[in-house]
């Protein structure tokens, strides 16, 4: 599966935020990236402005552009306010609720965890980055990966686990998905509507 493996201060700088977590090189800037990147000073038109909102949030959950058209239409084919629907649905892959958990420090990570087989959803091996966990669920580390050093130093830094949809359990390190969280619930800033807007047309 193809990914993007090229600079990701680059790709944060061009959405003005540390999309991809915390990043030491990562500086906030008036203008875009780039050696002309002060002299392009272009009003975005509203198509772009759409297109943006939609690579953002492709780049921020690790998402190719074929598996987001598809969620979009899953999203679109359900009951509810689409880009909520559609970000619930981004929230979750089993990537993302590995990441979440705090079992992995960054989405890149917890994908990486998955598909080398350390992560089991109620007791037995997923090795599908894309997997949808459903409600109720319990997502773990494989007993013999618990030692790994990536997710004890995570575990150690991760806090609180502070996410209202998942019940952490610090002693079998694994967590329950409680639920689809509600959009008020994700911290993530995306401006869901202008994708719906975008596929729209």
Known sequence: MARYIGPKTKIARKFGEAIYGPDKNFERRNFPPGQHGANRRRKTSEYGLQLKEKQKAKYTYGVLEKQFRNLYKKASRSKGVTGEVLLGLLE????????????????AAARQLVSHRHIVVDGGIVNIPSYQVKADQIVGIREKSKSLEVISESLANSGAHKFSWIE??????????????????????????????LYSK
């Open 168 to 197: 952490w359990d610090s002693t079998s390190l694994s967590g329950k998905f409680l639920t689809v969280p509600e959009r008020s619930e994700i911290p993530e800033n995306i401006k869901e509507q202008l994708i719906v807007e």
């Open 92 to 107: 979750s892959r089993l990537d993302n609720v590995v990441f979440r958990m705090g079992i992995a420090p960054t989405r």
